[in-house]
């Protein structure tokens, strides 16, 4: 990896990271300094003049913890710092995980693949800090390389770069991944982004509130249990997609909400999702269809796990490898080719997200 003119490039090695935290770069308003949790986990803190963003850069390169603003963004949950556990449901409370490559979802009985795929706490090879300044000011890219070989199967790459500007309330992802085999390979892709509902808010989109735009899933995954109230619930919204748009205090979401939606892009390509709290700022999540074309919403609120997916931007929903591939929505991607995406996710102001619904708005006609 290389970056572009301009750019400082720092090569990151897990013997940087300590017990303790100490400082590892500078530049502009940006300061980030290294430390490794109890649990062996390698970090990054990456300060800036609005916020604070934890990254993991060696551990599926997970942004751990948000804050912009004094206010945290990042889902609730049982674990108070990252496990090195490469198990999905034993390392559980990133703000962002990355999904798939050759699975992802929730595996049926038919399905062999682990839950999301083998990304979400893969082992990064490669990682780096890269510097840069444009009209806005400094900004930082945390990118990473993992190659991923099993023999007579599969070889591709994973490169995920996350970016931030020192005055930004917004992380930037980009995501590529190379299929390095002569063969086609399957391809699958969801960015699980996990924000925090905050009760009185409310989720502003483009899409429809009809079922055959918001798809609730009925059955539950394996290692779920629910109430009969629950069922209530999901009949409710999957009749009245409507219902499910305000965060109402006290309402529990157990075991979880899951819903396939259509998303609508506007003039631009870009489609976008709000959390609008209470004061009129909001969480926000944009992606491009084009490049993600199928979405999954998310919501758990258990009394122990508490967070919403406004958007995971996708290739498939999220039914696991065999019944995506009955959908078609399990993409091929050619022998030595390359697939991209890229997303914006984050808080906004006032301005902002009333920016944000008049262009949701605009693309709802």
Known sequence: MTGTTGEAVFELAEDMFGPGERPLAKSGRIAVSAFRYGSGVAALRIVTAVGEVVVLPFHGQQIWDVRFHGRRLTMASIFDEPQASREYTRNYGAFLLHCGATAMGNPAPDDTHPLHGELPNAQLQQAQLIFGTDEAGSYIKVAGRRDERVAFSTHYSFCPVLRLGESDSHIGLDVSIRNRRSKPMELMYLAHVNFLPVDGSRIVDATADVPGHFRVRRHMPSFAAAEPSYRELMNAIAADPALHRAIVPGR??????????????????????????????????????????????????????????LVLPATAEADG?????????????????????????????????????????????
């Open 321 to 365: 490898r065999e019944a995506e591939r009955r959908k078609g929505n399990v993409r091929t991607l050619a022998g030595g080719a390359e697939w991209h995406c890229q997303m914006s996710f984050g808080a906004l102001d006032k301005s902002e997200a009333a920016a944000m619904q008049r262009a949701i708005a605009a693309a709802r006609r």
């Open 252 to 309: 529990a979401v157990d075991p979880e909400l899951v819903a396939g939606m259509d998303c609508v892009a506007g003039p631009d390509g870009w489609s976008h999702a709000l959390q609008v709290l209470p004061d009129g700022t909001a969480d926000f999540i944009s992606h491009r269809p084009a490049d993600l074309p199928r979405a999954v919403r998310w919501m758990t609120r258990n009394g122990d796990e508490d967070a919403l997916g």
